[in-house]
């Protein structure tokens, strides 16, 4: 694994951006692997920067996200697919036949992760996958658990996650209890991985994914063993860490 420590947040943003802008142009009809969450929102303000600039363009770029919530529809603002329209869909020039989310409002999930599972595999596997990290070391919603999931499947988010999560509801109550996400197996299949963490509370879950042993409690640890996996890191997420 590569680390690279970055000052801040917007280094760690731009850097980020720059590794993907790089795929996009050697590349342009690549498949990108996405994330959402807090940290990749200044990376995709970039792209969207060098994309009015007339330097990136998407037309034939694919995009398939890590993870849905079950149950929230499109139009409530905490779905994952409402977050991807707000901060790079609608902002950029990617064809909507291109990109892919899990539909966490499928009836049956189980199906809807077969489906899911098989569009990554007809788009003949991820070339970049994006990834944060959960305070808990989850990648995607691959919560910690005795064993890694290979393929995209339906989870049980723990309280840790419900509980980080909350902020973004009136009320914890309203948080959804399950989510659809890529199995561990699916994203370690990526051929280029690149994870962004910035700040001190990421410090310590840093520290256990990726100065110890490999261990399914951690799930982020696994991506010590993918042959390119980059960690983009602000000096206040590695401060417990020797880099
Ligand atoms: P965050 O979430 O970017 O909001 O910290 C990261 C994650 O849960 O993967």
């Not at 989850?138 to 290979?150: A, K, L, S, T």
Request: aromatic fraction near 8%; glycine fraction near 6%; include cysteine.
């Amino acid at each position: 694994m590569r680390i690279i420590k970055v000052r801040d947040y917007q280094d760690m943003s731009r850097k980020a951006a720059n590794v993907l802008s790089a795929q996009i142009i050697l590349k342009p009809n690549c498949v990108l692997g996405l994330a959402t969450g807090s940290t990749p929102i200044g990376l995709y303000d970039q792209l969207v920067d060098w994309y009015g600039k007339g330097d990136l363009d998407f037309a034939l770029v694919k995009t398939v996200n890590l993870d849905e919530y079950v149950g929230l529809p499109a139009y409530n603002d905490q779905s994952y697919i409402y977050f991807m329209e707000k901060h790079l869909y609608s902002r950029v020039n990617l064809d909507p036949q291109n990109v892919n989310i899990p539909n966490g409002m499928n009836a049956d999930p189980q199906a809807e992760c077969r489906r899911y599972e098989k569009i990554i595999d007809d788009l003949g596997g991820i070339d970049l996958q994006l990834l944060g990290i959960g305070n808990n070391g989850h990648i995607g919603f691959n919560e910690p658990d005795n064993i890694f999931y290979r393929k995209t499947h339906v989870v049980d988010l723990t309280e840790s996650t419900i509980e980080a999560n909350k902020r973004f509801f009136e009320d914890v109550s309203m948080v959804p209890r399950q989510a659809i996400t890529m199995g561990v197996g699916t994203i370690m299949q990526a051929k280029k991985i690149v994870m962004i963490a910035n700040g001190e509370g990421k410090a310590p879950i840093v520290k256990e994914a990726f100065s110890k042993e490999i261990n399914p409690l951690i799930p982020a640890s696994i991506l010590q063993l993918h042959p390119d996996f980059t960690l983009i890191a602000d000096e206040a997420a590695l401060s417990l860490m020797d880099v």
